[in-house]
């Protein structure tokens, strides 16, 4: 009778994801915040600090989601549940917000607002929207187990 070996994700590969994917939350909160307090009192430092903050936040956040996309189309070692495939994709929208408004963020200070903050606010929405499903997964996971 053969064994079959259960596919594992990379320890390396994980350790990568779990190091980035909160920094890149992080980075896109601090930006919102830093937009909101921009809005608020028209200072250009916020404004520039945001920008820096969304570049960071995009370099922290793509690199997990190739990780994702590897363990989750390609390789199949994640399991494959509903809620990985809808995560990733809700992350991958929150990316993609992200990058028009860095567009956004390269304008003028006074070009940005209102648009950089709606999309700060969007990218911030979809990344909680796919953290509260993750934890949500994990959670029927575990009861279930």
């Keep these: 009778m053969p064994s079959y070996a259960e596919r594992r994700p990379s320890r390396v590969a ?8 909160p920094a890149a939350y992080g980075a896109f909160v601090s930006g919102m915040i ?14 520039k600090a945001a920008s820096w903050l969304n570049f960071f936040g995009l370099l922290f956040a793509i690199i997990p989601r190739l990780i994702n996309l590897y363990q989750i189309w390609i390789s199949r070692s994640l399991p494959q549940l509903f809620a990985e495939r809808r995560s990733f994709w809700l992350n991958l929208v929150a990316i993609v917000l992200a990058i ?30 796919a953290v509260i499903n993750q934890a949500v997964s994990s959670t029927h996971q575990q009861e279930v187990r």
């Design 34 to 47: 830093f937009d909101v307090i921009y809005f608020s009192t028209q200072e250009i430092f916020w404004v």
């Design 100 to 129: 028009f408004n860095a567009f956004i963020h390269s304008r003028d200070a006074w070009g940005v607002m209102p648009a950089g903050l709606i999309l700060s606010l969007l990218t911030v929405l979809f990344l909680v929207i």
């Design 14 to 21: 994980h350790f990568f994801f779990t190091l980035l994917n």
